[in-house]
């Protein structure tokens, strides 16, 4: 019998209301916070659409999932509760008190459907850890992907989901050497046989696949971007997208530095400091965190300018204060005809928690639709959401917008 | 049987070196002195060419124009030299100092070439003007364009060129009302007759089409916008663009704006403040002439945000101090996800006209080449190029851009 | 025999707790709103006097009146509720939720103690008027101080208090040439039988002599400054101070200004753009209101500097999603040794409302405390908190803050 | 009898033009460059004095020693030649060509003057190396010290000079643990025997010392710092000051530091980020030497803030294309009445040379009026001039100016 997973019919008994589970990764975080609530929102229709690119033509065309039809469910480590972080982002001035309030059994009944996580070793220490995620963390890690992809079925099948879309949002981890065993599936299954895969990222990715789940990587992790989760995600015939949200900065980066190259502009220094107060700031405050990130960040840019020598720089500093608000500084320092120096400075004031949970709705219900279309493996046209797209290709972020309207294009067509 | 040049008479023995004619309006200007010492440095291979979106593939394939064939000659109204207009470039350091010795014979014989131009009547009294300027101004407008189109077509053939481009850089004209004269061919010949057409930018428009030239309008002012030049420029074939060079801070506006939209980012307002102090920025402090200038600012943001409620503001403030440096601070308000608002501000500092006059040399190169394939009318193509494209259009950079791309591609292609 | 207090007599008893009123003209704008929930805050202990330079040494070992000792009253011309602001300033960020609501009856006691104000004729229209106050308006300027006054007394009489501070804190009203009524208190007193004084500020600060009680203007309106009404105050021996509280990008130029002077730097022009959007950048929009306030941002900078020529600018536009959000650009362009240029730009982001109210507080504080001194007439060391102190002198706020300093000394030094 | 000058005796026949020698350590640097070519434009009478302030009263009341009177030498231990050091900064639009041209015989005949220096072991490898430099090094510090004394000596004898002061302008060294050689003078003689003293800057002050000279640390260096010299200068009764001149980002911190104080807001975070591309940002981008730089930065907004809990930032990055012209960004977070957030943040672009050469002058010139008046030892009226101050005392910008202004009245009063 065929699973009720993407490119299979229809099940045999039409869903009523054709519900889609979210399952998110790092669930009591800030983005999965300003999800839940701002989902809530957009359900009763208290919250206007803003910063869901979905909301506007052509995608609204395409009847995407509604939000009324979205499960929300998760994993996490922390004991932390939803409403401490909400507590937070409201005093910040991020999240509405009143959503709060109205949301609060909404977000009750999410807290009741979370089930506790894993974690890299390295991070230990960092959070106020669940012991019974302490307790996950310390199993081997086939025990580990064995319970991580029953709470997602067990998820599908009490909630009746059509689909499982797991998006993966938790902490930036340490950076790590390449590891033969990511190379091929194969490999794979025998580094969890002999106990020695990690980091938890990609414990979380294999889990998913496992339970027939679609997977979104919205970290710097490396989630299931190493060649043997493709490989699986391609024989499960399974959708998955990534990496790490361009939210802020990177975002800016991607959509200025195409326009100094069609100018035939020289950039000749591209310094980038971002200071941010949240726990992602916290944790990448960590030098062995910060490496992944700033390489996403970085390499954007010599590719975009199409020199590899130019001067970058990118700096992440931890500013308590700050809480959610990233801001960030941009120098760009470049020459002009006749030798002329010239520049252009940007301050860029965000809530990265805010930016990132539309992207979220947007990629999940972008995935949803394409797996019901029969797509798999990664998804190429999920590039404008990310800083270093799965599968490559121009890191310009208008060229990476027209790709996905072509594709959305090509949906709205008539079948022949 | 199509010939190689709309207007003018295929040349009877066939030219050795193929030489453009680059007639310059505003010839002693900052964006002129630049080009004509910048062209001196490309022609000699001391300078590189940094800012020229041609020196880059896919144009470098197109077999443009080269920079030795272009010869220079223009109109201007003003007494001071190009070495005094020079010497001050040099002072703010955007032109160097050993370009400007080296030019110096490239510069005189340029010198040689120029003639005096006309004025519209509310500009008298800005410069030091020329008492030829005064004396061709004060004659009929019938009278004035006989002259100028006398100057081109000796231009012409005194430097046996096979085709000529007229490229309109004179100073922001005062704003007027539109005028019934300006509608239909006809109408304007009968104005002409009469002494009753002004602006002087129209008259240098029809003086170019009347030498049998191209016509590139690099600023706010008429030019051959209006319906009767655009109809003129159709029945002699010839081509032109313009208006209004997108040099700075409306180029970021417009990379910048597509990025919102596409994120359904909502912009809450958009403040750009432009503070400079070259004549530009004497002549735009001055209301009646700052009018035309601003509507070409906030006309491209609010069809881009595809919100015409949009709170936008656009100022320019003359600063002595900065001469050619022109500075400006957009901060733009926007909310996001949550109703969070958030902010992004940039200051961009530039020489205008360093970063006008590459962009005045690749229109040049590529309306020849054009005008070389037949083509005649507005030049949609160029729309990058511009804040107020004649054939209007999406403002979007990246898309323009990439309609010039496809442009070239169509003539890279081999014709069957 | 000197009394401790100026104008009314000694109370027959010692007041046990001994009160001090503090009457807010413009009860329920924003600048009232933060005072009136913030002195809640002070006197529950739930907020700690940040922005209150009282609340520090040596100001602290001055035995100010104790927050508890402070009752609130005040005019206002709007049918607006207190409440109504304080929920804008609650979205806005500013005032924390929680603050607003155990405040409730502390704010409804002050609402019952409001009476309605008068209004200056060109304002008429900006607001949502108070029928109480248009009639108020609309009667004769004697009739109308009479009743100013009076509302005064009556407060000062119901809540058994020591001394009455009169706070302008209404909005800008518009400019008006000087009149000859203003030189002198014999003709202002003309004027008044005659019926032909305004602007309203005047007899705000003309009744509350009248009652007794000192006058705070912190605002650019011409309140108490004028010839006629300090020769008023000196004979009634009140204290009074103003004008235009120093809050935010004036706060910053006067202390940056006079670096730049120490250090022989040549300030070639000071561009200053304010952009808001509470109902102060509402009125400043209109350029006759505008007059007034850029008047105080320039001169400051101009006699800093030493410079009578020195090119500045001081804009101010509108921004309604702003709110009260102020935010400034400054671009400072200087010239250095070598005649090398440089630039200082900075960008300010602050509460206009939550920066004035606590100078609010310290200004009633201190003038109560001059006052029970026995010190009347202006006060020239309230100076580092106006834009333009009513005695003139240095606009340093450095030098500005060590003659306050002083001042306290001389307060603190044990008299012989 | 008092002597003009403590340690040297009083010439046998008096000097008709009193000529003060100023011996540049750095004297190829670009501090040194700037000064040596803007000295020769004030002489000339071709420069404006901008950026020097005892060009202003009160220090123009002084009699302070004439442009004229001052002769400079140096030491230095690159190859690199002057004209080579003025040649980039001509490129960088800080020093006029003109000038350099003007200057070229009083370029040479200081380039005459110079005397190969002695180099701290850890920076070797960073210049070019003059071999006489590299051999000096290598010899005994007791050798160094006496040679550079000798080379003082000489260039006081041969110019017949009144006075010498030696300014420490070379790059900074690396930070070194504390050595109790360092803590008193006898010790310090019984290292310098033993062949145990470094870094060279304690040499370079030794040697100005022995050779009766005044010593001013204008760099983050030990120099005369260290108790066993401010012992000797006591004993030689020298007058010496430093550390680390205030020239750019420290300056406005130190500005705007106190006003947050005064104003009672409560700074939550301030983060500056230098980006700068000399050769000083080339050895500060090596940590060991950022070290000294940042503490001083650092140290000075705590104590101003007073709270050593502050969280503060101090980023310092190469960016080889800004070559001379040091950008900072700051960004301060702070928090206002009722806990509201607020911001302040600015951008500093000057060049670093041009800001520190001015600075320089006028200390040689004060300190040799100081030593006239018989002032030796640390002068702590020298304070605002440096990032960490001798003498200590308050980084209050203000307050040290005032400090300075007053010591000038001092020696302006007649004395009875």
Chains 1, 2, 3, 4 share one sequence.
């Not at 190259?261 to 944790?283: E, F, H, M, S, T």
Request: contains cysteine.
């Amino acid at each position: 019998m065929k699973p009720a997973h993407p490119s299979a019919p229809a099940p045999a008994t039409p869903s009523a209301d054709r519900r889609l589970g979210l399952w998110l990764v790092g669930a009591r975080g800030s983005i999965s916070t300003c999800l839940v609530y701002g989902l809530h929102g957009l359900r009763e229709g208290s919250l206007a659409p803003t910063g869901l690119c979905t909301a506007r033509g052509p995608f609204a065309d395409l009847g995407l999932r509604e939000f009324s039809q979205i499960v929300l469910g998760g994993h996490d480590v922390c004991t932390r509760s939803l409403s401490e972080s909400a507590r937070e982002l409201v005093e910040n001035g991020i999240l509405p008190a009143d959503l709060v309030e109205s949301g609060s059994h909404w977000a009750a009944a999410y807290e009741a459907r979370l089930r506790p996580g894993t974690l890299d070793g390295p991070d230990v220490g960092f959070a106020d850890l669940d012991p019974r995620s302490a307790q996950l963390s310390a199993r081997s890690p086939r025990e580990q992907v064995q319970q991580l992809a029953l709470d997602i079925e067990e998820f599908r099948q009490r909630e009746r989901l059509e689909r499982v879309v797991v998006v993966y949002a938790a902490s930036t981890e340490a950076w790590r050497a390449p590891d033969p065993a990511w190379e091929e599936w194969n490999r794979f299954e025998t580094a969890l046989d002999k106990g020695a895969v990690q980091p938890a990222s990609l414990l979380y990715a294999y889990a998913a696949f496992q339970a027939g789940a679609a997977f979104v990587n919205f970290t710097p992790n490396l989630g299931s971007s190493v060649p043997a989760l493709r490989e699986l995600a391609r024989h499960k015939r399974l959708a998955h997208c990534g990496n790490d949200g361009k939210t802020g900065e990177t975002l800016i980066k991607t959509v200025l530095a195409p326009m100094f190259a069609a100018r035939n502009l020289k950039v000749l220094a591209w310094q980038g400091y971002n200071i941010l107060g949240n726990r992602d700031g916290q944790v990448l405050s960590e030098s062995t965190h910060r490496a992944s990130k700033v390489r996403n960040k970085n390499e954007a840019l010599r590719s975009l300018l199409g020199d590899e020598q130019v001067h970058t720089h990118v700096g992440i500093d931890y500013v308590p204060s700050l809480q959610d608000w990233k801001t960030a500084w941009d120098y760009i320092h470049f020459e002009g005809f006749l030798g002329a120096k010239m520049s252009l400075q940007f301050t860029w004031t965000g809530s990265d928690s805010a930016l990132a949970a539309p992207l979220v709705l947007d990629l999940v219900r972008l995935v949803d639709h394409a797996a019901g279309k029969g797509e798999f493996g990664e998804l190429n046209w999920t590039a404008p959401f990310f800083k270093a797209p799965l599968a490559g290709g121009s890191h310009d972020f208008h060229l990476q917008f027209q790709g996905l309207l072509e594709h959305v294009q090509g949906w709205l067509k008539p079948q022949v």
